[in-house]
């Protein structure tokens, strides 16, 4: 994911166009252009097929419904994009009203219980970005107190694990009489909180739009380009080539994007921001909790800090 600044209409055209989803796009469209420019001069100087003589309605009509389907795919994917990201923004909410609460409901001398809560709740988002992005790694896991019901290495789904590790220590708290019934009430609904966004990020992930309805599209666009050019050559001469790529860069170029951002939790330009996200929550939490944190680390969280990845 990158995050990009407003920089002006033309840096961003540019920009935007240095990504891996714009050179896909662009090798498809020199694949329309010779497709075209052969169709154009055959039908000029060779042969006559004739499908100029379509009527234009016919034309019409499919540019319709092929705009309309377009537009669902597009909705369609942007609705899984902004649902992943509400998701993310109520983790952010509720991790930071987690470490307010222990932040008031443990003593000031309690070190050891606030770092192991700011190291927990900021492993959360980290280990559901890995498991969202079937990473099974730990590497950006803080390590909190061991033992066998806390290993994080028990257990191959890391949310799960950390969420472990939260309930564990606040029911050993709460049995120590450091937290009274009410304040354990309270936690649980945020505890519980952790894994429902954990359970709306995964059936997004494990729900994709079915595929007979994007592949009808491709199927759809490619007929669409195919029997373009034989009816606009009579009227476009050797303009048909840049009318037809222009309007393939178009559709192609929709139905493209609506692929990237139907899976939000990659690592492509336009999905989640979820490194920045995860280390502005690990940040915040450190801060509320008390426990230092260096420098670097907090401008990791900073917007426009170097997110490529």
């Not at 491709?218 to 029997?227: C, E, G, N, Q, S």
């Not at 050797?238 to 899976?263: F, K, N, Q, W």
Request: proline share 5%; glycine share 6%.
């Amino acid at each position: 994911m990158i995050i990009y600044k407003n920089k002006g209409l033309l840096p961003s055209i540019w920009h935007f166009h240095t990504g891996p989803t714009a050179k896909a796009l662009l090798g498809r469209l020199v694949v329309v252009a010779v497709y075209v420019t052969i169709v154009t001069f055959a039908e000029m100087h060779y042969t006559d097929l004739r499908l100029k003589d379509t009527p234009p309605s016919f034309l019409g009509a499919m540019g319709i419904l092929l705009s309309l389907l377009l537009i669902f795919r597009t909705n369609t994917a942007y609705d899984r994009f902004y649902e992943g990201r509400q998701a993310w923004g109520v983790l952010v909410n509720n991790c930071r009203n987690l470490a307010i609460y222990f932040n008031a409901v443990l003593p000031e001398g309690d070190v050891l219980s606030r770092e192991f809560y700011a190291k927990a709740i900021s492993n959360f988002p980290f280990a559901l970005k890995n498991h969202l992005r079937d990473a099974n790694k730990m590497d950006e896991l803080d390590l909190v107190e061991e033992g066998e019901r806390r290993d994080l290495s028990h257990f191959d789904h890391k949310p799960a694990g950390v969420s472990n590790q939260l309930w564990v220590k606040t029911e050993i708290l709460y049995r120590e009489g450091q937290i009274s019934e009410s304040q354990h009430i309270n936690l649980n609904q945020y505890l519980t909180t952790l894994m429902d966004v954990c359970g709306i990020c995964e059936r997004i992930k494990s729900t994709p739009i079915p595929f007979s309805y994007t592949l009808f599209i491709k199927l759809f666009i490619m007929l669409y380009v195919t029997l373009l050019p034989f009816t606009i050559v009579t009227a476009f001469g050797y303009l048909t080539i840049p009318a037809v790529i222009i309007t393939s860069y178009i559709l192609v170029g929709l139905e493209m994007i609506g692929e990237e951002i139907e899976e939000p939790f990659g690592l492509e330009r336009n999905d989640l921001p979820l490194n920045q996200l995860s280390q502005l929550i690990r940040v915040n939490v450190h801060d509320i909790l008390q426990i230092y944190l260096p420098h670097v680390e907090k401008q990791a969280a900073k917007p426009g800090f170097t997110i490529v990845t």
